[in-house]
């Protein structure tokens, strides 16, 4: 094996004094390399051969197994991530979509309203013009009426003061003793009302 | 001799710092052969199955919201694949795998190696070297096939006048040659004195005056090893990415 033949040599090369020592007392060979457990020199094989295998198992896990998985993994969520970003993009331009709809709703609404409004201020300014006419019309009517009966009732008034005083007059000069001239009396009676 | 010292030295201070590092058969008392399921083979054993429990077991899921577990190790393959593309480029992303598996390795390594009792497969300059020269000859033969002779274009600095390119051409071969020791000694060495650092402390420990400061010390150096493991791991990792480029596009 090759362990031997390196640590033979090994022995050989180190120095004299040192080898000498040791396989006069017989120590066994783990002690050759004096003090220092790396420089023994016969466990290098051991060592070696347990590091390649170690080496070649982990690189066999990690080629065949876990960085595949591992890579995997992480483009899946990359790809997780894209995707729901461009998803996301997409519900923002709806939501932006949506909103601008609403708003041109809105803005419909209120125009329709405002139309509506003044639809409905215009027929009840006809209506309420026609009924104003009217009333002023009925106003003027019962006026005139009025007018004419107070002016009738002035002068009815007027006839029976008229008449009224013409009677007192006569009866108080019949009963102070004069006998009335009717036209007299009327014409007295109607200077007195004039004035 | 650890155990020849360990009698020799009853009552009086025990400093056996470099103890913790010796290979030695798990189960009876035979000599080291190179099939032999020693500690080494059990924490290295141990760094393969936390390694699966993270990055297999851990993502079963497959979740679109990763559990803790498979976030962690979610976070590590990020690091470990962005790491790969920004330092060595883009084209150099078919072996992130092989990176993956340095790296992990010697971060689970270096950690595991950390809790009490254990033993720090990292601390070898054996493991160690064998990565750098893994390393070494990937990059090599990787910049060889992939630009022919032109990969030599990586010695040969041609903004620099022409009679200083040959002497740079010289350091710049030994440079090349010197990475796999600096690389390997670099990580090995930095574990190692952690670790026996720690040790010296706890043999000082036994002594009663000065054992709060020394409890005190293997914690605060505790702390500082933890991050030594972890950056010696990430060094480990990013300068085989920085030889990688070399490699890849070698013109300077």
């Known amino acids: 094996m090759a362990t031997e033949t390196e640590n033979a040599t090994e022995a050989a090369t180190n120095g004299d004094a040192v080898a000498a020592s040791e396989v006069a007392l017989g120590t066994p060979p783990e002690a050759e390399a004096a003090g220092m457990p790396q420089l023994a020199f016969e466990t290098f094989g051991n060592q070696i051969f347990w590091l390649v295998v170690t080496l070649v198992i982990i690189h066999f896990v990690f080629t065949k197994v876990a960085l595949p998985r591992i890579a995997g993994v992480l483009a899946e969520r990359q790809g997780t991530i894209t995707s729901d970003l461009a998803a996301a993009e997409e519900l923002k331009q709806k939501a932006v979509d949506a909103e601008e709809a609403y708003k041109k709703a809105l803005a419909d609404a209120r125009a329709e309203a405002g139309k509506i409004v003044a639809d409905a201020k215009a027929e009840i300014q006809a209506d309420l013009d026609v009924a104003q006419e009217k009333a002023d019309a009925e106003i003027a009517a019962k006026t005139a009426e009025s007018e004419k009966a107070i002016a009738e009732i002035r002068d009815g008034a007027t006839e029976s003061a008229k008449t009224v005083a013409k009677d007192t007059v006569k009866e108080i000069l019949a009963s102070m003793g004069f006998s009335a001239d009717a036209k007299t009396v009327t014409a007295a009676v109607n200077t007195r009302m004039k004035g | 001799m650890a155990t020849e010292a360990h009698g020799d030295e009853t009552g009086g201070l025990e ?238």
């Not at chain 2, 950390?114 to 990059?139: K, Q």
Request: with cysteine; glycine share 8%.
């Open chain 2, 15 to 252: 400093f056996h710092p470099l103890d913790q590092f010796i290979v030695k058969p798990l189960f009876g008392d035979g000599a080291v052969h190179w099939y032999t399921i020693t500690n080494v083979t059990l924490w290295m054993a141990l760094a393969v199955l936390a390694i699966a429990a993270l990055f297999v077991f851990g993502s079963r899921g497959r979740a679109l919201v990763p559990s803790r577990t498979q976030s962690i190790g979610e976070v590590l393959y990020g690091f470990t694949y962005k790491m790969v593309e920004d330092v060595a480029g883009k084209d150099a992303v078919k072996f992130f795998p092989y990176i993956m598996t340095l790296f992990m390795f010697i971060l689970f390594a270096n950690f595991l190696g950390l809790l009490p009792m254990s033993f720090a497969t990292t601390s070898h300059i054996a493991v160690t070297g064998v990565l750098a020269i893994a390393v070494f000859l990937t990059v090599t033969i990787v910049g060889f096939v992939k630009n022919g002779a032109g990969f030599l274009g990586l010695f040969w600095v041609s903004s620099a006048p022409l009679p200083l390119r040959p002497v740079l051409a010289i350091i710049e071969l030994i440079s090349y040659f010197v990475r796999p020791v600096s690389h390997s000694i670099r990580l090995g060495g930095n574990i190692m004195a952690g670790h026996a650092v720690m040790k010296v402390f706890a043999g000082f420990a036994a002594i009663a005056a000065i054992s709060p400061f020394a409890v005190l010390s293997i914690t605060a150096i505790y702390g500082l090893e933890v991050l030594v493991a972890g950056v010696q791991a990430y060094v480990f990792a990013i300068l085989t990415c920085v030889y990688l480029k070399d490699a890849l596009h070698p013109s300077h």
